[in-house]
């Protein structure tokens, strides 16, 4: 069984930062593309941005220069560094991923998100 754990929401003001953590835990063969969703209240849930297992990244253009993605594959574990934090950054936090199972089979996970909430 595969999962995503994701950690470190939480409260902060405006212009501050915060960093999520997301670990895929359980039994599989490869992480493939791994990303960070977030969704509003009454809006869809949207992509905030990705990283493949080359490193190579694409980001919402609402969050370029501010937000990073990292991944440190030898600890399955994918990073979204925010910075720069807005009132409109307030969202649920999920992470994703495209994770080979030991069946040989590829399925997208998500963790069961974190909420980020901006206000002074």
């Known amino acids: 069984q595969v999962q995503l754990v994701e950690s470190g929401g939480g409260l902060v003001q405006p212009g501050g930062s915060l960093r999520l953590s997301c670990a895929a835990s359980?039994?599989?063969?490869?992480?493939?593309?791994m990303a960070w969703y977030r969704q509003a209240p009454a809006q869809q849930r949207e992509l905030v941005e990705g990283i493949n297992s080359g490193g190579n990244t694409n980001y919402a253009d609402s969050v370029k220069g501010r937000f990073t993605i990292s991944r440190d594959n030898a600890k399955n574990t994918v990073y979204l560094q925010m910075n720069i934090l807005k009132p409109e950054d307030t969202a649920v936090y999920y992470c994703?991923?495209?994770?080979?199972?030991?069946?040989?089979?590829?399925?997208?996970?998500w963790g069961q998100g974190t909420q980020v909430t901006v206000s002074s």
């Open positions: 359980g039994t599989f063969r490869t992480i493939y593309f």
């Open positions: 994703n991923g495209e994770i080979r199972g030991t069946d040989g089979v590829r399925k997208i996970y």
